[in-house]
């Protein structure tokens, strides 16, 4: 089901993971999710600030229903077999000395990626998505104003494609990237 081919050699733990939406409803050990935050925990961030904040809730607790109606109906349809869903938030300036950190989001979207990386290697399966309600989210999950909402995620086990709606299933194998020639560029900026 994976074709994807890199440009160059890396480790096949970057080709293998990717997001798909087909969860089994079951649940996650906390030994598991803990590994998953542990992961993140090591990300690389700015003066090692570490400005990511994870908000998390497992399935068939009073906890899910609160991040599951931040959902998007169209992201409810597929996550609603999730065994844990996430949201990532940031502070937005340094404990130490309380000025802007610039990078917050950066490091963050690291740790998001360690995450991930891990969940893969576990043979567990992450998706992460915009769609869901931000400042639904900032009040019902009590987060600061000194907090940026940045993203939810699902984790679980991989599910099968035929529980997915039928516009979901044709959409359900992992996607290629961009040509490296798209992305990178030496010395300034090329269209």
């Not at 990300?43 to 609160?66: H, K, L, M, V």
């Not at 597929?78 to 000395?97: G, P």
């Not at 950066?106 to 400042?135: C, I, K, N, P, R």
């Amino acid at each position: 089901m994976n074709a994807r081919k890199s440009e160059y050699p890396i480790n096949k733990v970057f080709l293998d993971r990717w997001s798909p939406r087909s969860f089994v409803p079951k649940p996650l050990t906390h030994k598991a999710l803990m590994t998953l935050f542990e992961a993140a925990r090591w990300a690389p961030s700015s003066y090692n600030s570490q400005q990511w904040r994870f908000i998390y809730a497992n399935r068939e607790t009073p906890e899910w229903n609160t991040l599951f109606n931040l959902m998007v109906e169209f992201n409810q349809c597929w996550a609603k077999n999730a065994s844990v869903l996430v949201v990532i938030i940031s502070r937005r300036n340094f404990e130490f000395n309380n000025k802007p950190s610039r990078t917050h989001s950066f490091d963050t979207g690291s740790a998001w990626m360690s995450l991930a990386l891990q969940a893969s290697m576990l043979g567990l399966v992450t998706h992460g998505m915009e769609g869901f309600d931000y400042d639904k989210a900032r009040k019902d999950l009590n987060i600061p104003d000194d907090f940026n909402v940045e993203a939810m995620l699902a984790i679980g086990y991989q599910g099968d494609i035929n529980d997915l709606p039928k516009e979901l299933q044709e959409k359900e194998i992992p996607s290629d990237r961009k040509p490296l020639n798209e992305i990178v560029f030496e010395g300034k900026f090329k269209s």
